[in-house]
């Protein structure tokens, strides 16, 4: 089995975005050139220090808004910077993170008794029992598969803070959780955002996207008031000039004032990496998509042994 151990990229300065103190794009779209909206609030990243933890989730009610891509695209980031991740796939559909990525579960394991995140929301075992090794090195992953949507419907499911308890009782020395939240409001995405920590908004930039906005600004206005929760990025998948892209960014630096902004450019790469299971680091290292995540990842965390 191949084992990829992902290293820093080498990015010349001139293919970076530029990182701009605005909250608005103003010109032609056709002269729209991508870079990063922070806000007044941004403080460079620090490392994060032994024995700290950080936990994103990748959240928004809307389908196919690019929270897999991201998920997986920042983990690999995350990764090469010298940190132990571990993706939680909250989202039990089966073309999902843990279709892509593949995890390696014990050689010979009967698929009816692969362990996945339904028997840590049942409490039968811990968040450890349900982590399994991937094709890279220090990206580790919890699965789901369809079967996890029981826990939706099912009533003996209601302890909202089931996961953030398992991620605390883990012993595991992993520094950052990501989780892969599902499309839709339900006990799922409840349960993730009860955890607390940073929230990362992928959007793609269509118009459907656009009127699940106001919605979506209310989920997470709702959740703040009940659970430690910040926005720390709005994510524009699949960015390119067009209008819809000026006014989507735009609105969501209305509507997360302390978030930063980040276009991802849209690349073919990222439509055919998961078809042959990799990460679109790993397919291409050269893609823009690749760059640009690679970039978002270091405005959210600076390298392990950077100077703080
Ligand atoms: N930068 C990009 N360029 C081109 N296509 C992209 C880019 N980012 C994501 N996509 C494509 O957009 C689609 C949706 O992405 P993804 O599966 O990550 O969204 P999702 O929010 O996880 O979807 P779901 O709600 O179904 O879980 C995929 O086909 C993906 O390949
Ligand atoms: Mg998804």
Request: proline share 7%; with cysteine.
């Amino acid at each position: 089995m191949v084992q990829v151990t992902l290293e820093p990229l080498k990015i010349p300065e001139r293919l970076r975005m530029p990182t701009v103190f605005e909250r608005a794009w103003a010109e032609p779209a056709n002269r729209l050139r991508p870079r990063i909206l922070l806000p007044a609030s941004f403080t460079a990243p620090a490392p994060i220090a032994p024995g700290e933890h950080r936990v994103f989730m990748v959240f928004n009610r809307k389908g196919g808004a690019g929270k897999t891509t991201t998920t997986l695209e920042l983990a690999c980031v995350f990764a090469a910077m010298g940190y132990v991740v571990r993706i939680i796939d909250a989202d039990p559909q089966d073309a999902g993170l843990t279709g892509w990525l593949e995890p390696r579960y014990p050689k010979g394991l009967d698929p009816k008794n692969r362990l996945t995140l339904k028997h840590v929301m049942y409490g039968e075992v811990g968040l450890d029992d349900v982590t399994y090794r991937t094709r890279y090195t220090n990206v580790f992953l919890v699965p789901s598969y369809e079967d996890c949507a029981v826990v939706e419907y099912d009533p003996a499911i209601n302890g909202e803070r089931t996961l953030r308890r398992a991620i605390k009782r883990s012993e595991a020395p992993v520094d950052i959780t990501i989780v892969d939240c599902p499309p839709k409001v339900g006990k799922l995405s409840t349960f993730t955002l009860a955890i607390g920590g940073e929230v990362l908004v992928p959007s793609q930039l269509s118009a459907l996207d656009q009127k699940s906005s106001e919605s979506l600004l209310r989920t997470i206005t709702e959740a703040q008031e009940e659970y430690d929760v910040r926005v720390r990025a709005a994510v524009l998948t699949a960015w390119g000039r067009t209008v819809i892209s000026r006014e989507v960014g735009n609105e969501m630096a209305e509507h997360y004032p302390d978030a930063l902004v980040c276009p991802i450019r849209r690349s073919v790469d990222a439509t055919t990496a998961p078809k042959e299971n990799k990460s679109i680091r790993e397919y291409n290292k050269r893609s823009t998509t690749t760059l640009d995540f690679d970039q978002l990842g270091h405005m959210l965390v600076a390298p392990r042994g950077a100077a703080a």
